[in-house]
């Protein structure tokens, strides 16, 4: 079944900076903006890019993101000539091995992508949220006849030291590349989207694999070889939202874009919707003492107090006198009457006793003990008890660092 273009994406981080959030799940399958999951973006934007055939690498803790893709149907990836694969690690006849590397994770499934014979293959990361046409990326790529295209976009000269960091000449190829520079020459910043063709691609990951002193990673090993080798090496430009949401306070952020329009993040844009798969829950209800200002509620959430300025997931109760602000709340979480909650995520199935305290605004504490605070999912905070500012509690309620 010859396709002339496939995706793969990499879903099997441990998502470590995300903490206790991913202490049961895969980065990918965390919930995001209430009603989706971040898998939903790349997924969403494949099939709107025409991409009818995804596989999907996984391998810390499959079991959630697995059930959560099924079939693909939802992002009507469900097809019989293509449709979405879950490509977890395997025992071959030589023994198997876990992914040690985004490089070798591409190279232990070359099988599946040679079932396709794809003149392209497009690599994606499943930690991003954004809304983007793979289709132009393509385009682009054919036409500067590359072997390799990657998204970049410029990014603030104070954090180019965190990304893989490109120079090109006047005709956007790429001429330079340094992953994550201490000293950076360019603010263009791999977005960690490529497109490659797949010829070029297979010959340069079995040479990588045969590299006893590779690390076998795109970024570190793959791409400056091919640059190395004097391969035709494409930018692509994007200049729309994006976020890599790796860490707690960037997936806070993006949380509270989606409540901005300004912020260019727009999920209420059918022309390039993101598909999520449904909750089935009954719809909200806010009594009659409710308040709800600037924040997203979803189907299942019981709402009788104050909520602003927060992003609350399907089930979600928050009792009469109790307070939310800027605080993400996965589903099942229940803040009971008379609690508040400030500058929080709370993992899912949560619960906040009557009259307890999570988190607080800044200013109110000293700077330097301020920050988010996270509660893991399943934890329980006793009636009247407080979690100051800064804090992350562990499903037990034990205090957890977050060095």
């Excluded at 994406?9 to 991913?22: E, K, N």
């Excluded at 099988?111 to 682009?140: C, N, Q, T, W």
């Excluded at 090109?168 to 020459?185: L, Y």
């Excluded at 104050?306 to 992003?311: A, K």
Aim: glycine fraction near 12%; proline fraction near 5%.
């Amino acid at each position: 079944m010859k396709k002339e273009c496939i995706a793969m994406l990499l879903a099997g981080g441990q998502g470590s900076r995300l903490y206790v959030l991913t202490g049961e799940m895969a980065k990918p399958a965390v919930p995001f903006g209430g009603k989706y999951r971040i898998i939903d973006f790349p997924l969403s934007n494949c099939t709107n890019s025409g991409i009818d055939t995804v596989g999907v690498l996984t391998q810390y803790r499959p079991l959630e993101l697995n059930s959560y893709i099924g079939s693909g149907q939802p992002w009507d990836l469900d097809g019989s000539t293509g449709g979405v694969h879950i490509l977890p690690p395997y025992q071959g006849s030589k023994g198997g091995t876990w992914y040690k590397g985004t490089a070798n994770a591409i190279y232990q499934n070359i099988g599946f992508i040679d079932l396709y014979d794809p003149e392209y293959v497009v690599i994606l990361s499943g930690d991003h949220i954004y809304k983007m046409d793979y289709s132009k990326m393509v385009a682009r790529h054919k036409a500067a006849n590359a072997a390799c295209t990657i998204s970049v976009m410029e990014v603030p000269w104070s954090e180019a030291s965190r990304f893989g960091i490109m120079a090109v000449d006047g005709d956007d190829m790429i001429t330079e590349f340094a992953e994550k520079p201490k000293e950076a020459k360019s603010n263009l910043a791999s977005m960690g989207i490529y497109v490659f063709s797949w010829k070029a691609l297979r010959k340069y990951l079995t040479e990588d694999e045969a590299d006893p002193n590779s690390e076998n990673d795109f970024g570190k090993n793959v791409i400056p070889a091919m640059l190395n080798n004097g391969e035709r090496m494409a930018a692509y430009r994007f200049d729309g939202y994006w976020k890599d949401v790796g860490t707690l306070e960037s997936l806070w952020d993006a949380n509270m874009d989606m409540l901005s329009p300004e912020s260019g993040l727009d999920l209420l844009d059918e022309s390039w919707a993101i598909y999520a798969r449904t909750v089935s829950a009954p719809p909200a209800f806010l009594g009659a003492g409710s308040k709800v200002t600037h924040s997203a509620v979803n189907r299942g959430d019981v709402i009788e107090g104050l909520v602003e300025n927060s992003v609350l997931g399907p089930n979600v109760t928050v009792g009469k006198g109790a307070k939310v602000s800027y605080s993400v709340l996965l589903p099942g979480v229940k803040v009971e009457e008379g609690a508040t909650v400030e500058y929080a995520i709370l993992g899912e199935n949560c619960r906040i006793g009557a009259e307890g305290r999570v988190g607080a605004a800044p200013g109110t504490v000293d700077p330097d003990a301020w920050g988010l605070t996270v509660l893991a999912p399943e934890c329980q905070v006793a009636g009247g008890q407080t979690v100051r500012p800064g804090i992350m509690l562990d499903r037990s309620g034990k205090e957890v660092s977050k060095k």
